[in-house]
């Protein structure tokens, strides 16, 4: 099981504790049979976006080919779904033997369809956007309009915001910032996330509520500055202005306390949507019969916790080999719920009716269930009476974790006079 760190805040030490049980609540009901489920989905399709799905591990543990699984069972058990891949591996084309466009291509003769991100032409749209509202606006007086998106390059952490942007199109977690939200409302029901890697996903996961903290100081020099306020109010009206291309009318704009406040609410909304069950899930998928694979997925799932994200489950390559060793993989990644996925060979063309025959019971519920494991422990626990506060943070050690105040102290958190 993952590491319990507490921290005795009175003596201000911290040692691992041991002697901790925690409790999970009652998961009768969670499990659900396919049937229901698509049921419940298809209910629930015109009232909730689409749901995000992902997977995290190290390098070759088999995460692209979980995303395939993972993807053809959703969509043969009639859920519409969009695989999207950002990386320029050819493994998922070799997999679905087809290639994959920068747009929504159809795979099969299911209900299964897959893109490929591409930043380069992910660029184009935000700065043609960009130019219509400073068009508008005439805040750059021409010079925004100067700029040619195809001779611009991918810098360092372009790919990773881009892709927030095409995702969220996709799956409308904030939703409200675009004028043409329902040519893509309810086009998927499940997306399955392919990421560059793992650690650029977790910061995905995480921006929302990171973004939120750069934005407060971004508001106090906009707020408590005389440059701030000088040049706050236009850049933020042309931010408001990129969101909304298709308004033609100048007047009725919002202030600028009311535009900082809307978007710390978009971005709280966001945030809240990677905690959701219901809205994203996140796997870990390991070689059980490699240590540092599964120290590995020890380790991204402590990443994922403190990225505010939702981990559902833990998924590993059948094979004959493992069985003797499935015992301890459970026992490591308890709370989670762990289960083999068929091993998908790439000597030969993949039959995907075989793969997916193979499929068996255990995985098919932890891809299905809406609550993940069914089984969470909270990350932090807060006890009045010793005043300690005790983490959960599987693959850290305790030299590893610093508690900091910031701007509100301990006695505040317990109430202490």
Known sequence: MGSLLNYNLSLG?????????????????????????????????????????????????????????????????????????????????????????????????????????????????????????????????????????????????????????????????????????????????????????????????????????????????????????????????????????DSTVDSGWRTAAEIWDTADNMLEKGSRAFADPLKFSCYLVMDPSNCMSVNAALRYWGCAIQAGAHVSGAFYPASPSHRSINMSIDDTFFPLVTASVPFLSMDSTINWDIALKDLNADAKKLLTMNNGSGRSISPVTFDQTKKTVTLFLPGFDKSEIKLSQGNLAWEDFFGID
């Open 13 to 245: 030490s911290c040692f691992k504790s041991s002697s901790i049980t925690p409790t999970f609540p009652d998961t009768r009901g969670i499990w659900r049979n396919d049937q229901k489920w698509r049921k419940f989905y298809k209910v629930r399709a015109e009232e909730k976006p689409a749901k995000l799905v992902t997977f995290i591990g190290k390098g070759g543990a088999g995460k692209t080919a979980c995303a395939l699984i993972a993807a053809q069972y959703y969509s043969r058990t009639g859920l519409r779904t969009c695989l999207v891949i950002q990386s320029q591996d050819p493994t998922a084309e070799y997999l679905l033997g087809q290639k994959i466009g920068t747009t929504p291509t159809p795979i099969g003769n299911g209900t299964l369809q897959a893109v490929r991100l591409e930043s380069t032409k992910m660029l184009l749209e935000p700065l043609h956007r960009l130019k219509k509202a400073d068009a508008r606006l005439n805040l750059s007086q021409g010079v925004l309009d100067e700029v040619v998106g195809e001779e611009l390059g991918v810098l360092p952490g372009m790919d990773s915001i881009l892709a927030v942007g095409a995702l969220e199109r996709l799956i409308q977690f904030i939703g409200g910032t675009r004028s043409d939200t329902k040519e893509l409302d309810r086009k998927f029901d499940m997306i399955i996330y392919d990421g560059i890697s793992s650690e650029e996903t977790l910061r995905m996961v995480g921006a929302a509520e990171r973004s939120r903290w750069y934005m407060r100081y971004l508001r106090n020099l906009a707020e408590k500055t005389d440059t701030g306020r000088v040049t706050a109010p236009s850049f933020l009206k042309l931010a408001e202005a990129s969101l909304k291309p």
